[in-house]
């Protein structure tokens, strides 16, 4: 019965904090989707990403991208490989906006936490997070720092980048590292900010 409790808790937590009617102009589907183009690393801002992050279909998604491209808060950009992709990022616009996030009440509440009992509880949502994206068979995304692929010490040799995605063999730097990724891979123990998508779910 306390597990039930919990997770009913958690449910409500979450229907309470993003609210059920248009903030700022957009809808609490629009806001999720900005928050995730907002924080997803470049790599990860595309709609069969964004699709993948919140477990549903691109054709569903696609409305959500569509309205915050229109109201010029996603910019589209032609992947120059194959002409066919397309990356999306957010504006100066859109920036301007997250102040109005209706999920900054819960924001604050966690940063009431005593700071032992943040990380801590951080900690638990992950593991939780990871246990029912597991068993439902959706992604999970993560971070750099706790991921397989991610190369580097931080420390610069002549000529190379201090980091680097062994995964896509690309260079990052270091505001990239706290960023959600749909390539991340398990394996490293760090400080991961969110966990990650298991490396056969890519």
């Keep these: 019965m306390e597990s039930r409790v919990i997770a009913e808790l958690i449910l409500h937590l979450g229907r309470v904090a993003s609210g059920d009617s248009a903030v700022g102009g957009l809808t609490p589907g629009q806001w999720a989707g900005l928050r995730y183009f907002a924080r997803a690393n470049r790599f990860s801002r595309t709609p069969s990403a964004y699709a993948a992050f919140h477990g549903t279909t691109r054709g569903t998604v696609s409305q959500t991208i569509k309205g915050l491209v229109e109201q ?28 109005d996030d209706p999920i900054e009440a819960l924001v604050r509440a966690a940063d009431a936490l005593p700071l032992g009992v943040r990380g801590s509880f951080s900690v638990v949502l992950q593991r939780m997070l990871g246990r029912v994206t597991s068993e439902m068979g959706k992604p999970l995304f993560g971070t750099c720092e706790a991921c397989a692929y991610f190369e580097g010490d931080g420390f610069c040799q002549k000529g190379q980048t201090s980091y680097k995605c062994g995964f896509l063999n690309e260079p990052l730097v270091e505001e990239e590292l706290g960023e959600l990724c749909i390539n991340f891979a398990s394996g490293k123990s760090g400080s991961a900010h969110t966990p990650g998508i298991n490396a056969a779910q890519r």
């Excluded at 194959?82 to 997250?98: E, F, N, P, Q, Y």
């Design 72 to 99: 010029d808060y996603l910019k589209q950009t032609r992947s120059q490989a194959d002409g066919r992709s397309v990356r999306l990022d957010i504006t100066d616009k859109a920036r301007a906006l997250v102040t």
